[in-house]
């Protein structure tokens, strides 16, 4: 009997505790339902930013951060808070950044392999090698360590979850989110100096070497392109720096074209697209007929495009499609340049 009792007495104390427990956690929901609990408030002193009650359980605080418009949500959910962050942003257009997936197609390479395979990095090439900075890669990763983020549309949101006594602690998410939106929102007039200070001082070797890439031959009239080809670090570069001197660069670009480097490759082919003259035609023919077709074609009509009608006499591309690149004196027309045939594309 004596043990009964005691099993009842035991079960009696716990029953208490539970019911303590729980008016204790009522009792911090009830004062975060008020017009302005004390946790908003810290959260609200510590980033420098007015807040409001939007509704039950619900508050914002909105302003500006690191020169970003920011709105921070703080939602009530049992014992938790859930903190969303959104930060305004100045992107290119369909610039986008999200978690890797397998069902992704091929994404631009940034150079630093722990980065590109959590991050599917969507945008122009230069604004992505200018933007993420090593610092910029860091705080990606720490949001990344959140319930959840998203990128695009011109707009940064971050999503945390926090105690109700450690609102505050959100603070430090909020700030790099908007630290970030900083960094990410470059104006094009800022790209090659940011590119340049890439290229040169970035800790992973394979993204200051694509910055460099991308700066000499996306922005190869700018002083920070000159700079850089003055005092090039890395040689592979040397025939891209070409294009920011007065060193004819399209003899050095052709031989690119064979070269077992996709990224080499495509930078050659992207700046014959722009400057490139008919002596380029027939390696672009070549490169045409592998894995570069689409850019090679485009170059290729690019010059066509350039050069123009010629008159009688004038060199040209052979129409011909036994002799896909040839050159030949054109008799009577204009510059000719035959598509490959549906048997070369197959």
């Not at 959590?118 to 604004?127: I, S």
């Not at 290229?199 to 070797?205: K, L, N, R, S």
């Not at 003259?277 to 023919?285: I, K, T």
């Not at 008799?331 to 045939?341: D, V, Y």
Request: charged residues 20%; negative net charge; proline residues 6%.
């Amino acid at each position: 009997m004596r043990a009964v009792d005691a099993t009842l007495i035991f079960f009696l104390v716990l029953y208490a505790a539970l019911l303590l427990a729980g008016g204790a956690a009522a009792a911090r929901s009830a004062n975060l339902l008020g017009d302005m609990p004390a946790t908003v408030v810290e959260l609200a002193e510590k980033l420098g930013l007015p807040a409001k009650k939007l509704r039950r359980g619900q508050w914002s605080l909105e302003g500006h951060l690191n020169g970003r418009a920011v709105q921070v949500t703080v939602r009530l959910m049992g014992s938790l808070c859930i903190v969303e962050t959104e930060v305004a942003l100045n992107l290119p257009p369909k610039a986008r950044v999200r978690p890797e997936s397998a069902f992704q197609g091929n994404d631009p390479e940034l150079g630093e392999p722990g980065f590109d395979s959590l991050m599917d990095l969507r945008g122009p090439e230069d604004w992505l090698s200018a933007a993420f900075s090593a610092e910029a890669r860091a705080l990606m990763k720490m949001l990344q360590g959140g319930e959840s983020y998203s990128l695009q549309d011109k707009q940064l949101r971050a999503t945390t979850s926090v105690t109700i006594e450690g609102l505050a602690s959100a603070a430090a998410d909020v700030g790099w989110a908007a630290r970030l939106g900083e960094l990410l929102s470059i104006s094009r007039a800022e790209l090659p100096a940011r590119l340049l200070a890439n290229a040169q001082d970035d800790p992973v070797e394979r993204v200051r070497l694509l910055a460099g890439l991308r700066l000499l031959t996306m922005h190869p009239e700018s002083e920070a392109a000159r700079a850089f080809a003055r005092d090039l670090p890395a040689p592979e570069l040397a025939p891209f720096a070409a294009l920011a001197t007065e060193v004819p660069a399209e003899p050095l670009l052709i031989p690119l074209l064979s070269k077992n480097d996709d990224t080499f490759t495509d930078a050659a082919i992207g700046a014959l697209h722009r400057w490139g003259s008919v002596a380029a035609v027939p390696a672009l023919r070549e490169a045409a007929r592998g894995s570069h077709r689409d850019p090679a074609e485009a170059a290729i009509a690019a010059i066509q495009a350039r050069i123009g009608p010629v008159e009688a006499g004038r060199l040209a591309v052979a129409a011909d499609p036994q002799a896909e690149g040839a050159l030949s004196l054109q008799q009577e027309g204009g510059l000719a340049l035959a598509p490959q045939t549906k048997k070369e594309r197959a």
